[in-house]
């Protein structure tokens, strides 16, 4: 799962899965760009929890995925989406390592919003198991696995 969630194109080029093809396009050059000149690009989805997943090959790689849509659907499937004011404040807690905020939010938020409740569980889903990566929580994997089911 850290592989699908470290290499997704999406996180790589630092958007959400709204993203258009003119922003995955634009983003993608600019990354490229900036590393060329030796300066490591960092953006909102940055989440804290991989240390050098963004490199010219892994850009031009997310890049081609996007462009299959098989991949791409996997990809979109298991990357955050941020729709609203509650996944921008979501955002922001994670942003600011506060990644506890970000999940007491998503689950409140799932429980009294049943149209958008699984958007919002997909994300508490994800950033569970991102989190995983960083540290062996049985308490998140079991929720995880809990929402996915």
Known sequence: MPNILKNNAFHILGLDVT????ELLKRSKEIINRLK???YPTYDFDIG????????????????????????????????QISDQHDEEA??????????????????VSSEN?????????????LYCLLLHGENNKAYLRASLDIWK
């Not at 929890?49 to 979109?76: C, G, P």
């Open 114 to 126: 049943v149209g958008k409740a699984y958007f919002y569980k997909k994300n508490l889903a994800i």
């Open 19 to 22: 993203a258009s093809q003119k």
């Open 49 to 80: 929890l991989f240390k050098d997943f963004r490199t010219e090959h892994s850009v031009k790689e997310a890049m081609q995925k996007l462009q299959n849509t098989k991949k791409e659907i996997k990809d979109y499937f298991f990357w955050l």
């Open 91 to 108: 955002l922001d807690f994670i942003k600011k390592m506060d990644y506890q905020s970000a999940m007491d939010l998503w689950k409140k």
């Open 37 to 39: 000149v030796d300066e």
